[in-house]
């Protein structure tokens, strides 16, 4: 009987070291997709964090554009005020000096409106630009969602 029961003790032992050979093969396989997965999530947030950061340098040297747009068109409506006091300060009659008025108003208003709506078109490009990095994340998340799944 000692046979029997030492032959059933050794395939006893020899299947649990096959069991927890297993379960440690798993179990180790199991730590090396989470490493991998840990490694892809910092990745994929560094790239989400780059994404940020240049969209603000984007807003940031777009600003600094408009801004520069904005200081010329002042300094030009500025010169443009001054040619405006000139001629309306040699004007000969108060007929003619309405007439004059007038037409400054009409050009100062055309000039707004132009202005206006190069700070808008300005503005559109601007945040299409700025866009555009986390648009490609947006792309980039959803290609993984899809992969996922």
Avoid: C, Y
Avoid at 29 to 34: L, N, P
């Amino acid at each position: 009987m000692t046979d029997t029961v030492k032959a059933t003790a050794e395939k006893t032992a020899e299947k649990a070291t096959e069991f927890f050979a297993d379960i440690r093969g798993k179990a180790t396989e199991a730590a090396e997709k989470g490493k991998k997965f840990a490694a892809d999530a910092v990745e994929f947030n560094k790239a989400n964090v780059e994404a940020v950061v240049e969209a603000g340098k984007i807003v940031a040297k777009g600003a600094q554009e408009i801004g520069k747009t904005n200081m010329d068109f002042a300094k030009k409506n500025f010169e443009e005020v001054q040619a405006a006091v000139k001629e309306l300060t040699s004007v000969k009659s108060p007929t003619d000096f309405v007439k004059l008025q007038g037409e400054l108003a009409r050009k100062g208003f055309d000039t707004a409106v132009a202005q206006g709506s190069k700070n808008t078109e300005a503005m559109v490009k601007l945040v299409s630009e700025m866009f555009q990095p986390i648009s490609n994340r947006i792309a980039a998340t959803t290609e993984l969602f899809k992969k996922a799944a």
